[in-house]
């Protein structure tokens, strides 16, 4: 007993919820869904050169730290995989300054939303980042995502 195989079962470190309201066990998303809402109540119109446009590499370059913090880039081509998101989001960032700007507010729009489609990804896995960080990017990254459609863009941009 106890020496059964741990890399069967995703970690379990959920995010530590604590009991009782069911609200209170999704405190990630909750601080998500507050700091995306003040990102879209409060940004500038869209600019191809705002901080949307790097958040996303910077998003991806936080995976490969929490991953080597937590000793999980080891293995099966995990740290080539999160090598590899982190340059497609450091490509798709180039790529919104250089075409035009409409055009470039949908390639970020389109970034933050698959970002959120990666941190579900490894909200489930339980794998390289703490499941209240994945928890809490999705709502983040959605939320960012919408602002980019929804503020219109900057006059001269």
């Known amino acids: 007993m106890g020496h059964g195989n741990h890399d069967a079962h995703p970690r379990s470190d959920h995010h530590d919820a604590p009991q009782g309201h069911p609200l209170l066990r999704r405190w990630p998303t909750l601080v998500g869904l507050a700091c995306g809402g003040f990102i879209l109540f409060t940004a500038e ?3 191809a ?5 790097w958040g996303l590499p910077m998003l991806a370059l936080a995976y490969l730290i929490f991953g080597a913090f937590r000793g999980e880039l080891r293995g099966r081509g995990v740290l080539t995989l999160q090598g590899g998101a982190l340059a497609v989001y450091v490509l798709l960032a ?6 035009a700007p409409d055009l470039g507010r949908y390639l970020v729009a389109a970034g933050w939303a698959a970002h959120a489609a990666w941190d579900y990804v490894h909200h489930r896995s339980g794998r390289v980042v703490p499941r209240w960080y ?4 999705i709502s983040v990254d959605l939320l960012v995502a ?3 459609l929804v503020l219109p863009a900057a006059a001269g941009a």
């Open 45 to 47: 119109p869209w600019q």
């Open 49 to 53: 050169a705002d901080f949307v446009t």
């Open 94 to 99: 180039v790529a919104a300054f250089a075409v």
């Open 134 to 137: 994945a928890e809490w990017c």
């Open 146 to 148: 919408a602002s980019v």
